[in-house]
């Protein structure tokens, strides 16, 4: 379990550098970091769904389509 999440904080960290102190997104997070890493995966191409700031099945569907493309997981 603790690669995941570390692989998602390592996601986090670099998708979204400008917010600074990266927290580690699960399902069932929100915020305003969880409609950052949407939009960024929706603009990488990853995600279809509209950004509501809710970490849910699509947000890690699309966490882990980037990370089996980008040879993370």
């Given at each position: 379990m603790?690669?995941?999440l570390i692989l998602l904080l390592a996601?986090?960290?670099a998708l979204i550098p400008a917010l600074g102190a990266a927290?580690?997104?699960?399902y069932g997070s929100t915020g305003?970091?969880?409609?950052a890493l949407q939009e960024r995966l929706?603009?990488?191409g990853y995600y279809a769904c509209d950004?509501?700031?809710r970490?849910?099945?699509d947000d890690m569907e699309a966490v882990r389509a980037?990370?089996?493309k980008n040879g993370l997981k």
């Open positions: 603790k690669k995941p996601l986090a960290a927290r580690t997104l699960s305003d970091d969880v409609t929706t603009a990488l950004a509501d700031s970490y849910d099945e980037f990370q089996r």
